[in-house]
């Protein structure tokens, strides 16, 4: 692998702009980009001391034409982002400009960076463990200020220092397993208390795990949005709910019943909560090829959904497509509007009578809104966001923490049935190897690989 070569990558986004800045990093970094400035001092970037900035031309080599005013900064290894040598060149933004640079200093022996490289160094050059390399992509991505937060918080080590300290519980154990079976002879029964001491510990794990795994639900929502789904019979106002959350007209509102053929799905923030609200046509059997296109995805969404969103008309009465409906959402995290509660009241059913989380609405005075609002954060946050704690907000995190648990809890079990000790050593060393994986202490080269290659060229 040619790994610690020097890479060069444009680090701002592609287009028109300010400035540009093509970052480049390893051993011959500032060698390389020597070859291609001129400063106006006349003095050599080798020359400069680490975190300066010097002003002066980009050269083109074979030619010796100016090819760009800039401004050169240095960053010597390791108190560097990828904790190599590192010279960002700040050139004028555009487009031509820019990979009129960014060619000289390839021409000059630099490697193009492939997505996520400049991070995966900082990750190989040990700076940096790979949830904080995660979090880096997740600051990048992030919808709002909560979930900007969250990422931020783990890009300082917080999620480390946790896994950290859960690997440490189960060394733990795994030293105590070690010294009962070397100080116990072959014939010797185990000392209960022994045994009992060691439960204990594998508990406490669990425990401790348990409770992180249990913020996994709302790292996802946070990192993600709550997706959200309307479903309801055609006319009962879904269109007009969605637009009272956006405040703005967007999905097609009719009288006529059916109009809203295909899911539309919109993102409307609710104070730092990405939300991601899905509209779709009424769920009932119908001839109609391009509707039930539409219900067969509002089936589906369903499924996928966070949360339900239950409308039923307040000026109709009951109907079996309003049970039909009622019934699809059984099982589900659900709200129950009823809606249109400005028009006389019709609806007047046993059914409805036992469905949980109700709310009055009416989309067009703008009644009960508010409420949905408040309802929702209460579901899913318990009404307020906490960002100052740890939360699991990625999904290959929860999935290695989960099968830390697993593991831990068989060794549990064959502890209780009096198994060898070695025996449950293996499922413990096992759970070590799942809870190495967030932090990359323990993981296939493929794996990383894949991580950083969803990350943006230049990062
Ligand atoms: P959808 O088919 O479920 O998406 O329903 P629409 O949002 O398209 O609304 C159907 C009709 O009901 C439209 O004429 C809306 O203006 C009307 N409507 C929606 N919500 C209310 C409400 O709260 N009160 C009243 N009076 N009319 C409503
Ligand atoms: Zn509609």
Redesign the pocket.
Known sequence: MKEFDTIAAIATPVGEGGISIIRVSGEKAIEISDSVFRAKNGKKISEMNTYTMRYGNIIDRETDDIIDEVIVALMKGPKSFTAEDVVEINCHGGVVATNKVLEQVIKAGARIAEPGEFTKRAFLNGRIDLSQAEAVMDIISAKTEVSMKAAVQQSKGRLSREINVLCDNLLNVLAAIEHTVDFTEDDEEIDPSVTENIKHKVEEFLQNTNNLLETAEEGKIIREGLSMVIV????????????VLLNEKR?????I????RDVIEEYINLDGIPIKIV?TA?IRDTEDVVERIGVERSREKINEADLVVL?LDM?RELDNEDREIIESVKGKKYICIL?????NTKLNDKIVDELENKIE?????GFGIDVLKEKIKDMFFNGNIDTESIIITNTRHKQALFRAKENCEIALKEINNNAFLDLVSIYITSALKALGEITGAEIEEDLVNKIFSDFCVGK
């Open positions: 309801g019979k055609p006319n009962v106002g879904k269109s007009s709910l969605l637009n999905a097609i509102v009719t009288d019943a059916g109009t809203t509209d009424g409308m000026s809606n249109k509660i400005d028009l609405t009416s989309t067009v005075t």
